[in-house]
């Protein structure tokens, strides 16, 4: 089982608040990612980081930021929520292993924006 | 763009038979390919994977298929299971960059 924390696990909040939802590994990992995911459908890279003091914006934009100050730590932050933000947030990590690229996950934070 | 998709959103198995997921792609630079199981409430959980250079590769009751002239990827799981209930992924990959491409979930519904 992969040593990924995500919390809050559930989020309902209003319009307009601000709000961030927090992401520890504790697996050393340089990479950490941030996608959205609708149930059931696919992943949609939202920001990812190389490591501590880099961040980079994914294909969805999501009017959301990140920082990563610390290597194991990877928030991201919706400074006005709205309701087109509902929806599951997951965090991962990842390292090469093998022949490949791993990324873990964490179990997600699922927000609703009334 | 480049896309990863599979054809079947929903699959019904009966218990003890054998589950096949399917996934296609569109870019044939990737250079590896990956399948996530995602239960219900978690996170994507790695299966297994497959080097662009292979055509089969087999785990613990788990076999990836990989058909690079039609682009095409499948999921084999033999004497599919109860705990094999859950929504999967296909995503590709490339050694020049750490991102993944995802494709939209198959969920697998076992019949007792």
């Known amino acids: 089982e992969a040593d990924i924390y995500q919390t809050p696990r559930y989020l309902v909040i209003g319009t307009g608040k601000k709000i961030t939802l927090e992401c520890s590994q504790t697996?050393?990992?340089?990479?950490m990612y941030w996608y959205q995911q609708d149930p059931g459908m696919e992943l949609h890279l939202i920001h990812y980081s190389y490591g501590v003091n880099s961040t980079e914006k994914g294909d969805l934009s999501s009017e959301s930021t990140v920082s990563r100050i610390r290597t194991e730590h990877f928030p991201l932050t919706l400074e006005s929520a709205r309701p087109s933000h509902t929806s599951q947030y997951l965090c991962a990590s990842s390292d090469f292993m093998g022949s490949r690229e791993t990324q873990y996950f964490g179990p997600g934070t699922r927000l609703l924006v009334l | 763009g480049e896309s990863v998709g599979l054809h079947l959103p929903t699959l019904s198995v009966q218990e003890g038979d054998n589950s096949i997921i399917n996934c296609a792609y569109s870019?044939?630079?990737?250079?590896?390919f990956i399948w996530y199981k995602q239960e219900s409430g978690k996170g994507p959980q790695f299966i297994i994977d497959?080097?662009?250079n292979m055509d089969k590769r087999q785990g613990q009751r788990v076999t990836v298929l990989l058909n690079k002239t039609v682009k095409h990827l499948s999921l084999q799981i033999a004497a599919t299971q109860p705990g094999d209930s859950a929504v999967y992924f296909c995503a590709e990959g490339r050694d020049s960059n750490y991102q993944l491409i995802w494709g939209a979930g198959t969920k697998l519904i076992i019949k007792p």
């Open positions: 497959i080097r662009s």
């Open positions: 697996m050393g990992h340089d990479k």
């Open positions: 870019n044939s630079a990737s250079d590896y």
